[in-house]
């Protein structure tokens, strides 16, 4: 049963932006909750890109979308967002947003930002960001 829902993917050329947007029921979408932002490649495992903490005073993001991306979450609407702005050919995946952080979340340069579906809650189905000419 799915229980996040993303929204706002789509095709866009190289340098442009998009803004992903993320929302679910009550009962898992808590103000109590960190969430995350991941992305799956075509052909390839899953990439942790940011989380943001309880409340959203505490950021996240992986290197390589640091200075593009910005995470935010408004708990009134129950909503969480993804701000992609310079996007490139590489930015191309699924997006899906997720409940918790992963528990390594300082270190996960460690392991190239990988993770498994295991390392976070609930998940949404995606949606997928197409960038190119």
């Known amino acids: 049963e799915v229980r996040l829902v993303e929204s706002g993917g789509g095709l866009v050329q190289p340098g442009g932006s998009l803004t992903l947007s993320c929302t679910g029921p009550r009962d898992i979408f808590t103000p109590h909750a960190a969430l995350s932002w991941v992305r799956q490649a075509p052909g390839k495992g899953f990439e942790w890109v940011s989380s943001?903490?309880?409340?959203?005073?505490?950021?996240y993001y992986a290197d390589f979308v640091k200075g593009r991306f910005t995470i935010s979450r408004d708990d009134a609407k129950e909503t969480l967002y993804l701000q992609m702005n310079s996007l490139k050919p590489e930015d191309t995946a699924t997006y899906f947003c997720?409940?918790?952080?992963?528990?390594?979340?300082?270190?996960?340069?460690?392991?190239?930002?990988?993770?498994?579906?295991?390392?976070?809650?609930?998940w949404g189905q995606g949606t997928q960001v197409t960038v190119s000419p």
């Open positions: 997720a409940t918790d952080q992963p528990p390594d979340i300082d270190t996960m340069h460690l392991r190239h930002n990988r993770l498994d579906k295991d390392d976070l809650g609930y």
């Open positions: 943001i903490s309880i409340g959203g005073g505490i950021t």
